[in-house]
């Protein structure tokens, strides 16, 4: 079972280097290291949603003023 909590302990390591390389997290947050790594994913996921939230597409509608139609001359 030690090789297990090994990968699980490198695989967190990874997870926090690449959300730091990517400015999510804080280079200087060595809290980090002693969350569980389903806590650190659990926070990312809720950051992800935030930050679709605050950057969310807003679709309106075009409605150009409508000018009289000319009748074409053929």
């Known amino acids: ?6 990968a699980v302990e490198k695989q967190k390591v990874y ?4 959300l ?3 400015g999510i997290v804080d ?3 060595q809290e ?3 969350k569980p790594i389903s806590e650190i994913v659990n926070d990312y996921e809720k950051f992800c949603l ?3 939230k ?3 597409l807003k679709f309106t509608r ?3 003023e409508r000018k009289e139609e000319k009748p074409n001359v053929h």
């Open 15 to 18: 997870l926090i280097q690449q």
């Open 50 to 52: 935030e930050f679709e």
């Open 20 to 22: 730091m390389a990517k």
């Open 54 to 56: 605050q950057n969310a």
């Open 32 to 34: 980090l290291y002693n």
């Open 62 to 64: 075009y409605n150009p």
């Open 1 to 6: 079972m030690a090789f297990l909590r090994e």
């Open 27 to 29: 280079k200087n947050n």
